[in-house]
């Protein structure tokens, strides 16, 4: 989010708690139920009227000991998502997200 932060005044942390998920096969599930949470959680605050901007978490150890000193974050929950939030201006300029070919992303197996 660099270059867009003076506008941020309220951010979501979205944690997944890894205590939920036992077997060494489940160590990736965190990553898809939060995912999906987070999804819905956009969706219902976009309902509201609550403008958002989700920022993937793809960060260091090193990074991750930062925020531990700001904010307190049991050692068991894995941050999924750092979610700016605010009320959208009448009018904004969007990023371009061209579409892929169906070719591209799908196949019948």
Same mark, same amino acid.
């Given at each position: 989010? +660099?270059?867009?932060t003076e506008n941020i005044t309220q951010l979501l942390i979205l944690t997944v708690d890894r205590n939920y998920f036992y077997?060494?096969?489940e160590r990736n599930q965190l990553y898809v139920d939060g995912g999906m949470f987070l999804m819905n959680l956009l969706y219902s605050l976009h309902y509201y009227k609550i403008a958002?901007?989700?920022? +993937?978490?793809?960060?260091t150890v090193k990074e991750e000991m930062k925020l531990d000193k700001i904010i307190d974050i049991p050692d068991s929950e894995k941050i999924i998502c750092i979610i700016a939030i605010g009320i959208a201006e009448d009018t904004f300029k969007v990023t371009l997200s061209k579409r892929r070919d169906l070719e591209e992303v799908y196949r019948i197996i």
């Open positions: 989010m +660099n270059g867009y077997s060494i096969g958002t901007c989700p920022a +993937n978490w793809g960060k």
